[in-house]
C-alpha cells in the first residue's frame, strides 16, 4: 500500500491530480474549504493506491508527498 | 617619482581601470570611445579577464549587472546615445545597489547629434538617467591624469557605496594625449556577502532584484538608499578652487570647459580683474560648500558650459539666487574659446562696476 | 519509502500561480534537475519579467532579478564571472524571451553562450492580463486582439526553436510540454540535458517548454492542457530542433 500526504492548506483545488490518477481515486472535497478558499485534493480510497505519483507529477503546487 | 606614460584618455581610462582589478568589460561600439573598447580587447585575453562586445548598449549594461550581481569589479563605456540606451539597466543597478563603472565620453545631441565634444549630458548623468528616484556618482575629470585617477577613484567609492560610478568626460578628454603615472594606491575590494556567487549550501540564498510590491517596503528602501546618499554627500564631495579667496567674478566650469576657464582667469588677473574658478570634481554630489563661501564676496558668478545651460542650475542653487548667475557656452560640438570666456568675465566684471 | 516529494532546491512556500498553472510544474522539474545533479550550491538562477517575475523568491539557489527581456545578457555576466563555478539558468515567458528580449537570445545562442535557458510558452502575457504575445497564434482571442489574432495586421508568432536552429552558435534546442504524465518525463529529460550539457561546458541549451494559462485562455486547467494538445502542439511541435553533440557523433 502506498500513502499519499496532502500539503492541503497550499492546494488551490485545480484537479489536475484528479485527471492524472490512473485509479480515478482523487478528487476534490465539496465538503471542505482550505484557507486560500479552494476545496483541496484528497484520496478517496488510500489501500487502493499504488503510489504511481502521477497525481503528484501533475500537481502545479508540490503539495503531494509519495510514500511507498 | 613613477615614471610617465604618453596617452588618449580614452586609453588610460582603460589601463587604469585594468590596475584598479577590473576584469570585465562589456561595451558596443560608438565614437568618441571606440578607444576604451578596443583597449579592453587587447589587453582582457592576456590577464585572463573578459572582454565581450555586446549585441547592444542596452545588452552591454546587463552584462555589467551580471558580474556586478556575481561580486566583481565591472565596467562598460560609451558616448551620448548609447548611455541613454544604458538609461535601462542605471536604474537597476541602482534599485538593486549594485556597484559599477559607467564612462561616457560626450558627444554632442540629441538624438544622434555629432561626434565632437559636449557636456549636455549632465542632466542626465547628475539626476540619475534613469526611471525613479536615485543618483550616480558623477566624476568629471578635466586631464588624462584624472582620466586614470577618477577611473580607480570611481571603483572605490562604486563599492563603497554599492552604486554606479560615471565617469563624464568628453571627446576632447577622450582623445587627447598626455603624460600619465599610473602609479595608485590599489585598496582591495570590499567583502560582498550580498552577491549571487553560489550559496555553496553553506548560506540562505542570495537575492539581487529591484522589484518590491508592498510599498511600505519600497518606500524604506528609498529612504535607506537617500541615507546612503546622504553620505556620499558628506564625504565624497570633490572640486578644486583656483584663485577664489578674493575673486570677483567666479566661473563655474568642469571638464574642457575648465581648463579653457583657467587661462581666461589668468588673463582676466592680468587685466587687473579679480575672477577665480571654481571646477566641480564630482557633479554629483554637487560640491555646494565653495559656491556658499565664494558667493559672500563674488559680484556674479559665470558657467561656462558646452551646452545650452545644465550645470548652470545647481550653480544658482549652490548660490541660493544672491548673485547674478550667466551662461558661457557653446555647443554642437563646438569649445568656448579663452577669449570668449574672457570677454564674457569682462562684461560681467562691467556690469557688476556700474 | 518517500517516492515523491518537494525537491530540495525549491522552497517549501506557497507559488503565487493561478490554480493549473503549468509554471509550478516546470519549477519543480528545474529544481528536481538541480538537486539530482548537485548543482544548487553552485547555481545562479535569472528570474524574467513575467508572471515568473517572483521565481526568485522560490529557488533554494541564488537568484537575480533581470529587466524585461535582459535575463540572457545578465546570465552571460554572472556566468563569464566565474565560468568555472558558476551554473546559470534563466527562466524566461514568452514576451520576456521572444519579443522584448529577442536581441539577448539570439545573440546568446548565437555566442553559444554557456548557459541554460528555460523558455516557457504560453502564448500569452499573463502577468499584465493577457495581452497577445509573439507566440499568440493565428486567430487567438486576446485582451489586446480581441477579435482574434489577425495576421494581416500584426503579423505572425514566432517559433523560437526553429529560428535558433538556423544559427550555428547554440548546442541544443528542445521543444517539450507539460501536459500529461507522459510529456512532463520527457521535459525533465530536456531539462536535464540543458544543465548537463553547461556543467560539461557544451554551450547554449534551450528548452522551450509549451505551457498553459488557463486563467487568461478563459478555460478551465483541464480545457487548457487539452487546449495544448489541439491548438500548441500543430503550430508548435515538440521534439528536438538542435542538438549538436548527437549530430556530431551521428557523422
Same mark, same amino acid.
Given at each position: 500500500? /502506498?500513502?499519499?500526504?496532502?500539503?492541503?492548506?497550499?492546494?488551490?483545488?485545480?484537479?489536475?491530480?484528479?485527471?492524472?490518477?490512473?485509479?480515478?481515486?482523487?478528487?476534490? /472535497?465539496?465538503?471542505?474549504?482550505?484557507?486560500?478558499?479552494?476545496?483541496?485534493?484528497?484520496?478517496?480510497?488510500?489501500?487502493?493506491?499504488?503510489?504511481?505519483?502521477?497525481? /503528484?507529477?501533475?500537481?502545479?503546487?508540490?503539495?503531494?508527498?509519495?510514500?511507498? | %617619482?613613477?615614471?610617465?606614460?604618453?596617452?588618449?584618455?580614452?586609453?588610460?581610462?582603460?589601463?587604469?581601470?585594468?590596475?584598479?582589478?577590473?576584469?570585465?568589460?562589456?561595451?558596443?561600439?560608438? =565614437?568618441?570611445?571606440?578607444?576604451?573598447?578596443?583597449? %579592453?580587447?587587447?589587453?582582457?585575453?592576456?590577464?585572463?579577464?573578459?572582454?565581450?562586445?555586446?549585441?547592444?548598449?542596452?545588452?552591454?549594461?546587463?552584462?555589467?549587472?551580471?558580474?556586478?550581481?556575481?561580486?566583481?569589479?565591472?565596467?562598460?563605456?560609451?558616448?551620448?546615445?548609447?548611455?541613454?540606451?544604458?538609461?535601462?539597466?542605471?536604474?537597476?543597478?541602482?534599485?538593486?545597489?549594485?556597484?559599477?563603472?559607467?564612462?561616457?565620453?560626450?558627444?554632442?545631441?540629441?538624438?544622434?547629434?555629432?561626434?565632437?565634444?559636449?557636456?549636455?549630458?549632465?542632466?542626465?548623468?547628475?539626476?540619475?538617467?534613469?526611471?525613479?528616484?536615485?543618483?550616480?556618482?558623477?566624476?568629471?575629470?578635466?586631464?588624462?591624469?584624472?582620466?586614470?585617477?577618477?577611473?580607480?577613484?570611481?571603483?572605490?567609492?562604486?563599492?563603497?557605496?554599492?552604486?554606479?560610478?560615471?565617469?563624464?568626460?568628453?571627446? =576632447?578628454?577622450?582623445?587627447?594625449?598626455?603624460?600619465?603615472?599610473?602609479?595608485?594606491?590599489?585598496?582591495?575590494?570590499?567583502?560582498?556577502?550580498?552577491? =549571487?556567487?553560489?550559496?555553496?549550501?553553506?548560506?540562505?540564498?542570495?537575492?539581487?532584484?529591484?522589484?518590491?510590491?508592498?510599498?511600505?517596503?519600497?518606500?524604506?528602501?528609498?529612504?535607506?538608499?537617500?541615507?546612503?546618499?546622504?553620505?556620499?554627500?558628506?564625504?565624497?564631495?570633490?572640486?578644486?578652487?583656483?584663485?577664489?579667496?578674493?575673486?570677483?567674478?567666479?566661473?563655474?566650469?568642469?571638464?574642457?570647459?575648465?581648463?579653457?576657464?583657467?587661462?581666461?582667469?589668468?588673463?582676466?588677473?592680468?587685466?587687473?580683474?579679480?575672477?577665480?574658478?571654481?571646477?566641480?570634481?564630482?557633479?554629483?554630489?554637487?560640491?555646494?560648500?565653495?559656491?556658499?563661501?565664494?558667493?559672500?564676496?563674488?559680484?556674479?558668478?559665470?558657467?561656462?558650459?558646452?551646452?545650452?545651460?545644465?550645470?548652470?542650475?545647481?550653480?544658482?542653487?549652490?548660490?541660493?539666487?544672491?548673485?547674478?548667475?550667466?551662461?558661457?557656452?557653446?555647443?554642437?560640438?563646438?569649445?568656448?574659446?579663452?577669449?570668449?570666456?574672457?570677454?564674457?568675465?569682462?562684461?560681467?566684471?562691467?556690469?557688476?562696476?556700474? | 519509502?518517500?517516492?515523491?516529494?518537494?525537491?530540495?532546491?525549491?522552497?517549501?512556500?506557497?507559488?503565487?500561480?493561478?490554480?493549473?498553472?503549468?509554471?509550478?510544474?516546470?519549477?519543480?522539474?528545474?529544481?528536481?534537475?538541480?538537486?539530482?545533479?548537485?548543482?544548487?550550491? *553552485?547555481?545562479?538562477?535569472?528570474?524574467?519579467?513575467?508572471?515568473?517575475?517572483?521565481?526568485?523568491?522560490?529557488?533554494?539557489?541564488?537568484?537575480?532579478?533581470?529587466?524585461?527581456?535582459?535575463?540572457?545578457?545578465?546570465?552571460?555576466?554572472?556566468?563569464?564571472?566565474?565560468?568555472?563555478?558558476?551554473?546559470?539558468?534563466?527562466?524566461?515567458?514568452?514576451?520576456?524571451?521572444?519579443?522584448?528580449?529577442?536581441?539577448?537570445?539570439?545573440?546568446?545562442?548565437?555566442?553559444?553562450?554557456?548557459?541554460?535557458?528555460?523558455?516557457?510558452?504560453?502564448?500569452?502575457?499573463?502577468?499584465?492580463?493577457?495581452?497577445?504575445?509573439?507566440?499568440?497564434?493565428?486567430?487567438?482571442?486576446?485582451?489586446?486582439?480581441?477579435?482574434?489574432?489577425?495576421?494581416?495586421?500584426?503579423?505572425?508568432?514566432?517559433?523560437?526553436?526553429?529560428?535558433?536552429?538556423?544559427?550555428?552558435?547554440?548546442?541544443?534546442?528542445?521543444?517539450?510540454?507539460?501536459?500529461?504524465?507522459?510529456?512532463?518525463?520527457?521535459? *525533465?529529460?530536456?531539462?536535464?540535458?540543458?544543465?548537463?550539457?553547461?556543467?560539461?561546458? *557544451?554551450?547554449?541549451?534551450?528548452?522551450?517548454?509549451?505551457?498553459?494559462?488557463?486563467?487568461?485562455?478563459?478555460?478551465?486547467?483541464?480545457?487548457?492542457?487539452?487546449?495544448?494538445?489541439?491548438?500548441?502542439?500543430?503550430?508548435?511541435?515538440?521534439?528536438?530542433?538542435?542538438?549538436?553533440?548527437?549530430?556530431?557523433?551521428?557523422?
Amino acid at each position: 500500500m /502506498a500513502k499519499l500526504t496532502f500539503k492541503t492548506d497550499n492546494c488551490k483545488g485545480c484537479g489536475l491530480c484528479v485527471d492524472a490518477c490512473p485509479k480515478k481515486l482523487l478528487r476534490l /472535497a465539496q465538503d471542505k474549504i482550505n484557507k486560500k478558499g479552494h476545496h483541496p485534493a484528497e484520496i478517496t480510497d488510500q489501500e487502493q493506491c499504488v503510489g504511481c505519483a502521477s497525481c /503528484a507529477m501533475m500537481c502545479p503546487d508540490c503539495i503531494i508527498k509519495v510514500e511507498r | %617619482m613613477a615614471d610617465k606614460v604618453l596617452m588618449k584618455g580614452n586609453e588610460a581610462i582603460a589601463e587604469a581601470a585594468i590596475i584598479a582589478g577590473c576584469r570585465h568589460y562589456f561595451g558596443y561600439p560608438i =565614437t568618441p570611445q571606440t578607444e576604451v573598447a578596443a583597449y %579592453m580587447a587587447k589587453k582582457m585575453p592576456k590577464i585572463g579577464g573578459c572582454f565581450l562586445q555586446a549585441e547592444s548598449e542596452i545588452a552591454a549594461i546587463n552584462m555589467v549587472y551580471g558580474v556586478s550581481s556575481a561580486g566583481k569589479r565591472v565596467m562598460t563605456s560609451s558616448s551620448s546615445p548609447g548611455i541613454s540606451l544604458k538609461g535601462e539597466g542605471l536604474s537597476y543597478l541602482a534599485g538593486s545597489d549594485l556597484p559599477a563603472l559607467v564612462v561616457n565620453v560626450q558627444r554632442g545631441g540629441p538624438g544622434l547629434g555629432g561626434i565632437q565634444p559636449s557636456q549636455s549630458d549632465y542632466f542626465q548623468a547628475t539626476r540619475g538617467g534613469g526611471h525613479g528616484d536615485y543618483h550616480m556618482i558623477v566624476l568629471a575629470p578635466a586631464s588624462v591624469q584624472e582620466m586614470a585617477e577618477l577611473t580607480v577613484k570611481g571603483f572605490d567609492l562604486a563599492d563603497k557605496y554599492r552604486m554606479t560610478s560615471m565617469i563624464l568626460a568628453d571627446g =576632447t578628454m577622450g582623445q587627447m594625449m598626455e603624460p600619465v603615472s599610473l602609479d595608485f594606491d590599489i585598496k582591495p575590494a570590499p567583502e560582498k556577502p550580498w552577491a =549571487t556567487t553560489g550559496t555553496k549550501l553553506e548560506r540562505e540564498h542570495n537575492i539581487v532584484n529591484s522589484l518590491s510590491l508592498v510599498p511600505e517596503e519600497l518606500e524604506m528602501l528609498n529612504m535607506k538608499r537617500y541615507e546612503r546618499y546622504k553620505q556620499v554627500e558628506e564625504n565624497e564631495t570633490m572640486y578644486e578652487e583656483y584663485m577664489v579667496d578674493d575673486a570677483d567674478i567666479v566661473i563655474a566650469a568642469f571638464g574642457i570647459a575648465a581648463r579653457v576657464s583657467k587661462n581666461a582667469v589668468n588673463e582676466a588677473r592680468k587685466q587687473g580683474i579679480k575672477a577665480g574658478l571654481i571646477r566641480p570634481i564630482t557633479l554629483w554630489p554637487f560640491p555646494k560648500a565653495p559656491f556658499e563661501r565664494a558667493v559672500e564676496h563674488a559680484k556674479a558668478f559665470i558657467s561656462v558650459e558646452l551646452s545650452m545651460g545644465q550645470m548652470i542650475e545647481d550653480v544658482k542653487l549652490a548660490t541660493s539666487c544672491k548673485v547674478p548667475v550667466t551662461l558661457c557656452n557653446r555647443v554642437g560640438g563646438m569649445i568656448p574659446s579663452p577669449e570668449q570666456v574672457l570677454k564674457s568675465i569682462i562684461e560681467v566684471n562691467n556690469g557688476g562696476v556700474e | 519509502m518517500v517516492v515523491f516529494d518537494k525537491p530540495h532546491a525549491l522552497i517549501d512556500v506557497p507559488l503565487h500561480y493561478c490554480p493549473g498553472c503549468t509554471h509550478g510544474i516546470i519549477h519543480r522539474l528545474v529544481a528536481e534537475v538541480i538537486d539530482e545533479l548537485g548543482i544548487e550550491g *553552485k547555481t545562479i538562477g535569472i528570474a524574467p519579467v513575467g508572471c515568473s517575475v517572483m521565481a526568485y523568491n522560490y529557488f533554494n539557489c541564488d537568484m537575480i532579478e533581470a529587466a524585461h527581456g535582459r535575463a540572457p545578457a545578465v546570465a552571460t555576466g554572472v556566468k563569464r564571472a566565474d565560468p568555472e563555478n558558476h551554473i546559470v539558468f534563466t527562466y524566461q515567458g514568452d514576451g520576456d524571451l521572444a519579443s522584448i528580449g529577442m536581441a539577448e537570445t539570439v545573440h546568446a545562442a548565437a555566442r553559444n553562450e554557456n548557459i541554460t535557458v528555460i523558455f516557457i510558452n504560453n502564448a500569452i502575457y499573463g502577468m499584465t492580463g493577457g495581452q497577445m504575445a509573439p507566440t499568440s497564434l493565428p486567430g487567438q482571442v486576446t485582451q489586446t486582439s480581441p477579435y482574434g489574432r489577425d495576421t494581416k495586421h500584426c503579423g505572425f508568432p514566432i517559433k523560437v526553436c526553429e529560428m535558433l536552429s538556423e544559427l550555428e552558435g547554440p548546442e541544443y534546442l528542445e521543444r517539450v510540454t507539460v501536459n500529461s504524465v507522459k510529456n512532463i518525463r520527457t521535459a *525533465k529529460k530536456a531539462i536535464k540535458k540543458a544543465f548537463q550539457n553547461q556543467i560539461d561546458g *557544451k554551450g547554449f541549451s534551450l528548452v522551450e517548454v509549451i505551457s498553459s494559462c488557463p486563467t487568461n485562455w478563459g478555460m478551465t486547467p483541464q480545457a487548457a492542457l487539452k487546449w495544448i494538445d489541439d491548438k500548441m502542439i500543430p503550430y508548435y511541435p515538440l521534439g528536438v530542433y538542435k542538438d549538436r553533440s548527437a549530430e556530431k557523433e551521428a557523422e
